[in-house]
């Protein structure tokens, strides 16, 4: 399984962005797919989810209300769209993806066993 996020950059506060992360090789009709974030010398954060089944989506309350997770028209990709960015959503960020069941876990990272390599979102 391969997971390719695109769409980081340097933008100024106030300001959006848009991330894209495609997968292949996996062997689930539908799964989770979800967006995480590690500042330098932070936790990863969990905060944004979608199930390519249903279309069911989840989100961490710091990006609620500016952050909007949603999938393409093949399954295999996903999107996040970042508005209103703030210098403390600045992160490296990841698309993970795993079984349908890692929607249910409270965007925990533990359960997703596939990673991107990450993309470098900084907000000035």
């Known amino acids: 399984v391969q997971l390719v996020e695109s769409g980081g950059g340097s933008v100024q506060a106030g300001g959006s962005l848009r991330l894209s992360c495609a997968a292949s090789g996996y062997t689930y009709s539908s799964n989770c797919m979800g967006w995480f974030r590690q500042a330098p010398g932070k936790e990863r954060e969990g905060i944004a989810a979608i199930y390519t089944g249903g279309g069911s989506t989840y989100y961490a309350d710091s990006v609620k209300g500016r952050f909007t997770i949603s999938q393409g028209n093949a399954k295999n990709t996903v999107y996040l769209q970042m508005n209103s960015l703030k210098p403390e959503d600045t992160a490296m960020y990841y698309c993970?993806?795993?079984?349908?069941?890692?929607?249910?876990?409270?965007?925990?990272?533990?359960?997703?066993?596939?990673w991107g390599q990450g993309t470098q979102v900084t907000v000035s």
């Open positions: 993970a993806a795993d079984s349908p069941i890692a929607c249910s876990q409270n965007l925990q990272s533990s359960v997703y066993n596939y």
